[in-house]
Every structure is written in structure tokens, then in C-alpha cells.
């Protein structure tokens, strides 16, 4: 089932609103032509490359396996990541000791230092690293609830006062995989929509993946985050291991409980409506050099 309703674009709309990209910059690199664009499947390995240079910058865009970095001075480059790339944080915040969830966390607004090796007019990124503190107010701006910004406030403000223009998304297609009560393993139907949903996403030029995870009104609000969070963990696994969707291609995940409902909560049908993970498939517009 494949929808896009008017409330999660609001919810996506809001969480994109919320992480800004720098704009109004000139561009040090020059734009890769067509001719030489490769994609990260195709990329030799390291030891055919010759060193890049060090990019230092906040992330203003991604689209499929590139990612823009913007530096303090107006400087734009884009960088290629694969499966080689090494993702590190100190002190592991958000689970960041697993490589996918740390490719997952690589959204706008977050600086990072690149080390990046170079191969034609491509730069592939070697190694990608970035603070705890930075991820974290970055991820608060993201996933961010009133609660969350009244704790850390000053953090919050000051990382938004180092972002510029915001980039929004298209939302392509949604797709719902549901789950039975206070459960989080996927029917073979549901794996059988993810693998297809990946496979037309796969077909869209810069496509990412956003996965949200949802529960019905019964319980209570922190049985029901959590059952939300292990949903779409579930369903990002999949679509990774089975589905052989890219970890840099997806956003990071979340789980908004019972937020959002997509039917009424006080039938069966509406809630078995609201137990759902929702796969969006998105691409970034207006987005220079990528």
C-alpha cells in the first residue's frame, strides 16, 4: 500500500525544516562532469586512488551515495561514500559503533572532517568523523521534541546559527508495512513490499530512504517509543541485509509511538491501521553540485 498523506508530509516536511543546509556559497571544487560521476558499486579500490584532500564543514545535502560539505569559508565539495568509508564518533553516541547506524546518522546540518581519497574528478570519502556533541544537538534538531530543545537550548541555537538556506525533499512514494499487536517481525508480505519498495527507489536518481515507525493508542507512551523504535529497526535491517538498500542512502530512523495516526484508535480496524512502519522515499531538490 503506498500512500502519501497529508500528515506525514508534515512530519517530514517538519523534520526537514529543522536540520538547515549552508547556501549562498561559492564553490572550491569543481563540479564533476557527467562524463566521470561514478557511482559507489563502481569505485576502485583504495590502493588504485591517489590522497585527496581534508574536507572540514557542516553536511548541506545528500543524494544517494554523495554527500556536500560546506565550509565556514563558502567552500562546497562533494564527496563520494561506499561501502569502505569509515564512519567514527567519540565515544560511540547513538549506537555509533555500528557502521550502518552511524551511515545512517549522516544528515544535514552535521560538521564533520573528511579525509577523502581521490580517483578521476571524484573524491571518495576514506574516513568521515565528527563530534558527540555536534551529533547530538544535530540529532535533537532532527528528531527534536520541545523537551529536548528546552534542555539543551543554548547547543541548539548555536549549531543553528552555523547553518544557512534549507533544503527540503520530495516525497516520491510511501509505503506502510503493518504489524500485529505489541509485535515488531515482519510478515513475508510486508518483507515482500519492503524489497520492492528499495527497488523502486533504487530506480530514482539521489533517492534516500526515511523510516518511521508508529504503534496504536494502547499502552503506555514509553512501552509504546520503544515498541516503536524496534519496528523501524526492524525494518531498516531488513531492507539493508535482504533488500540490499545502502546504509548511506537511508536517514535515521525514528519511532513516533502513537503519533500521527493514520485511522481512529478506537476500533480494531483503525488501530491495526496505526501499527505501521512507514518507508519514505525521498529526493533532495535544489541542491547544487550533487
Same mark, same amino acid.
Given at each position: ?29 569543481? #563540479? ?50 561506499? $561501502? ?16 550502518? #547506524? ?23 570519502? $576514506? ?37 544557512? $538556506? ?16 505489541? #509485535? ?91 501499527? #505501521? ?14
Amino acid at each position: 500500500m503506498k500512500s502519501v498523506s497529508m500528515t506525514s508530509k508534515a512530519l517530514l516536511l517538519a523534520a526537514t525544516l529543522a536540520v538547515p543546509a549552508t547556501g549562498a556559497f561559492a564553490q572550491v571544487n569543481d #563540479r564533476p562532469s557527467e562524463s566521470v560521476l561514478v557511482q559507489a558499486d563502481r569505485l576502485p579500490s583504495r590502493d588504485q586512488m591517489t590522497a585527496g584532500p581534508e574536507v572540514e564543514g557542516i553536511i548541506s545535502a545528500r543524494a544517494g551515495d554523495r554527500m556536500q560539505v560546506t565550509a565556514s569559508d563558502g567552500t562546497r565539495t562533494v564527496v563520494t561514500i561506499d $561501502d569502505e568509508t569509515e564512519i567514527k564518533s567519540k565515544g560511540g553516541f547513538l549506537g555509533l559503533s555500528s557502521k550502518d #547506524r552511524a551511515a545512517s546518522s549522516l544528515f544535514n546540518g552535521l560538521p564533520v572532517k573528511v579525509k577523502t581519497m581521490q580517483y578521476a574528478n571524484v573524491l571518495v570519502a $576514506d574516513e568521515i568523523r565528527f563530534s558527540n556533541d555536534d551529533l547530538e544537538t544535530a540529532a535533537m534538531i532532527f528528531n527534536g521534541t520541545d523537551q529536548r530543545f528546552a534542555q539543551n537550548e543554548a547547543a541548539t541555537e548555536a549549531l543553528r546559527g552555523r547553518m544557512g $538556506d534549507i533544503d527540503q525533499y520530495n516525497i516520491k512514494s510511501t509505503t506502510n508495512v503493518y504489524f500485529d499487536t505489541g #509485535r515488531w517481525n515482519l510478515s513475508p508480505e510486508a518483507q515482500n513490499e519492503l524489497c520492492s519498495a528499495a527497488s523502486q527507489a533504487e530506480s530514482m536518481d539521489n533517492a534516500l530512504l526515511l523510516v518511521v515507525g508508529y504503534t496504536d493508542a494502547d499502552g503506555s507512551q514509553d512501552y509504546n517509543q520503544e515498541l516503536s523504535e524496534k519496528r523501524a529497526g526492524r525494518v531498516v535491517n531488513y531492507l539493508q541485509q535482504a533488500c540490499g538498500w545502502k546504509p548511506y542512502r537511508m536517514l535515521t530512523p525514528t519511532g513516533m509511538s502513537e503519533a500521527d495516526p493514520a485511522a481512529d484508535n478506537e476500533t480494531e480496524y483503525g488501530k491495526a491501521q496505526n501499527r #505501521r512502519v512507514a518507508v519514505n522515499v525521498l529526493v533532495s531538490k535544489g541542491l547544487d553540485g550533487l
